[in-house]
């Protein structure tokens, strides 16, 4: 039996899992300033991915590596969450939330 779809499939899941809370945190304490972190394990990851001699190791490292480039789109999507009142407000954040918001979806 070949099971490296499957652990392939694991590590998928697990890493939009992991990354998932990590881009909230990410945004509510850092703000969305903190993208450049994950753009340059999103680089660093997808690199070291060419790399790697083992083929599975290889996929796992390039899924978190782009994984972690949706992060940054993530981040700037969190922070709309956060000004619609999906998300709280961290009070205590050094850079100050937008006091508006535009919405590019909806029409004027």
């Known amino acids: 039996m070949n099971y ?5 499939g ?3 899941f697990l890493t939009i899992g992991i990354f998932h ?3 909230i945190k990410a945004e509510y304490y850092f703000s969305k300033r ?5 753009l340059l394990l999103g680089i660093v990851c997808i690199v070291l991915s060419l790399c790697i001699k083992d083929q599975i190791v290889s996929i796992v490292v ?4 782009f994984s972690s ?11 709309r ?14 850079v100050p939330y937008p006091t508006t918001f535009h919405d590019p979806r909806k029409k004027s």
């Open 21 to 23: 809370p990590i881009v």
């Open 34 to 38: 903190c993208w450049w972190w994950f």
């Open 62 to 65: 390039g899924v978190v590596g």
């Open 81 to 94: 969450r956060v000004l619609r009142g999906w998300f709280p407000k961290n009070p205590h954040r050094k």
């Open 4 to 8: 490296t779809g499957i652990i392939i």
């Open 10 to 12: 694991i590590a998928a």
């Open 69 to 79: 480039l949706w992060g940054i789109k993530e981040l700037f999507e969190q922070e």
